[in-house]
């Protein structure tokens, strides 16, 4: 939890999940009680720091290669216009 840049932290995943409900009795006209009961809940939320975003260097484009059917498909194309 420390050195944690408060600016630069992003949720990362949250999960709510049901707790053992607390029993209480409150007590009524007459001699009656009835049931007091509240729902908890556990939270849970993971938060996580961005990482600083890196250019991706511009890399030499490589020549494709082709298959024969390839190019001969590429010929068919260019010269169909007789």
Do not use: W
């Amino acid at each position: 939890f420390k050195n944690l840049d408060t600016e630069n932290l992003t949720i990362t995943h949250i999960q709510v999940s049901m707790a053992q409900q607390g029993r209480r009795r409150t007590f009524r006209a007459h001699g009656r009680v009835n049931a007091y009961m509240n729902c908890p809940c556990h939270v849970e939320m993971l938060l996580e720091e961005k990482e600083e975003s890196v250019e991706k260097p511009a890399e030499e484009s490589k020549a494709k290669k082709f298959t024969k059917k390839q190019l001969a498909k590429r010929r068919l194309k260019v010269g169909g216009d007789q």
